[in-house]
């Protein structure tokens, strides 16, 4: 017989709140605002939600996501994808770990479609695309990419290129045509999206502002986005990632056994 | 457009290597610069979940990232070029009858089989397994970090322009082949999937044959 929510033991049924609570001003735990272009890292824990906002439209939110207390466990794209049958991220989907457990969940997103497939943009990229603009020239306006600020990120909890996986780009949106030929779209993105990223385990959360590897745009010029954590709870009964497939349903399982 | 199809003049009585891998297996061995490496499959729709390693330095591996990036689509097939985490070529895809190859997919594990089937589908036999027991037997000290998304050759994981994504019966029959060059010294690590909870066996694993040539 599979596990379902009704046959839970009482104690295990107990960890699993009727819902998790929306963004309020008493929820609210802190903000930052991140400009275009700059790396970032920290700790973000179970039951916390993060809002990333879009503040002008065409951000491009490079991320990857590591179990803080075991970083061996981590996002894995392709167990993400097949177990929601899907290529890309929104409301409704979560980001799987490579030990069928969710890291995150996306319980909001006004944006519609994040990018799973194209990884971030590299040294040689980004010197291919928009040449050279170092800091003994143009001091913090340099160009930065996203390859070598997830490195430094993720170098400050001790990972390195071996941990490099498949990341995320928030934001950004990019189809594949009958043969897999990718296009990069920009007709989606309006000032303000925002997509909620709900933590269901301890993570460490590492992303560059960088631009998306597949931009056409000729001009370096990454976008702002803002934080903003509150204290949300973990995901509820009624939870549209929970119930958006029967994947899922097994996947917060698996999670929320972990912390029993 | 379909895919292109090109045949190889290799002759297997020629090749240096000639191994069988039993279905659900795993396979790690050497290939060289410049040789040819070619993966047979031998009684048709077979996934084979593949991983590549500079030989000299492991920390540079396959990234469907940095492949994908490179050739802007999704599917491998003749002209291709797998690219390696530090973005160099290590393998070109110079002779296929097969058509289309996965990047997307990665490989079967017992975690991700709970979440997909059922719970108690974690006990059934998979290709992160394979993995793990192959590079924990092999001389290039590689860990769990190094296990990172695979190619799936001969696998069919189409994505449609609504950003849909199935494992759909192979495109693959019995004695199609994909042939490729090597860019780099490199470890190739093989699991021959041993999934039967969808079609990308065809709900039947079964062996495939690798064969290597020196460069001519």
Redesign the interface.
């Known amino acids: 017989m599979d596990l379902t929510l009704d046959n839970l033991t009482p104690l295990a049924r107990a960890g699993i709140p009727e819902h998790s609570a929306r963004l309020s001003p008493d929820k609210l735990l802190w903000e930052e605002l991140i400009p275009g272009g700059v790396h970032w890292s920290g700790l973000l824990r179970r039951g916390n939600t993060l809002r990333i906002t879009d503040l002008h439209g065409g951000a491009n939110v490079s991320m990857l996501l590591y179990n803080q207390e075991e970083k061996t466990e981590r996002y894995n794209m392709p167990d993400t994808l097949k177990a929601q049958h899907t290529a890309f991220l929104t409301r409704g989907n979560v980001c799987y770990s490579d030990m069928g457990r969710v890291l995150c969940s996306i319980p909001e997103d006004s944006c519609g479609w994040h990018d799973t497939v194209c990884g971030a943009l590299d040294a040689a990229g980004l010197a291919r695309k928009y040449g050279a603009h170092r800091f003994q020239e143009h001091r913090n306006g340099m160009y930065r990419n996203a390859v070598d600020g997830l490195l430094v990120e993720i170098g400050k909890w001790g990972l390195g290129k071996r941990d490099m996986v498949a990341n995320l780009n928030l934001f950004s949106k990019v189809v594949a045509d009958a043969e897999g030929r990718l296009h990069f779209e920009t007709s989606h993105r309006a000032p303000d999206q925002y997509i909620d990223l709900r933590f269901e385990m301890n993570v460490l959360v590492a992303f560059s502002t960088a631009p998306h590897p597949l931009d056409p745009a000729p001009a370096y010029n990454p976008k702002a986005i803002k934080l903003t954590a509150w204290r949300s709870g973990t995901a509820g009964a009624d939870d549209v990632c929970r119930l958006s497939c029967p994947e899922n349903r097994r996947g917060f399982l698996n999670t929320e056994r972990y912390f029993l | ?1 379909s895919p292109q199809l090109l045949e190889s003049t290799l002759d297997p009585a020629r090749a240096v290597l000639d191994d069988v891998l039993p279905a659900g297996e795993p396979w790690m061995k050497e290939v060289k610069r410049g040789q040819i490496l070619r993966m047979v499959d031998l009684e048709g729709n077979q996934a084979v979940d593949t991983i590549f390693y500079n030989a000299v330095d492991p ?1 540079e591996r396959y ?4 492949t ?2 490179a050739q ?4 491998l097939g003749v002209g291709s070029v797998l690219m390696s ?1 530090e ?1 160099r070529p290590m393998l070109t895809i110079v002779a296929d009858t097969c058509g ?1 190859h996965d ?5 079967c ?8 089937y ?3 589908k974690r006990f059934m036999h998979s290709c ?1 397994d394979n993995y793990l027991l192959a590079i924990v037997h092999n001389e290039h000290h590689l ?7 695979n190619v799936n050759f001969f696998m069919n ?1 189409p ?3 609504e ?5 759909e019966d192979g495109i693959s029959a019995p004695g199609k082949y994909v042939e490729m060059r090597a860019e780099m010294d490199l470890i190739v690590l093989i699991s021959n999937c041993p999934q039967l909870n969808n079609p990308c066996n065809a709900y039947n694993p079964t062996p495939v044959r690798c064969l290597v040539w020196d460069p001519v």
């Open positions: 457009m920390d990234s469907l990232t940095h994908i990036q802007g689509a999704l599917y985490s973005g289309r990047t997307l997919g990665g490989a594990a017992s975690e991700s089989n709970t979440v997909r059922a719970l108690e992160r860990n769990k970090r190094d296990v990172v998304a994981v994505v449609t322009p950003g849909g994504l199935t494992f």
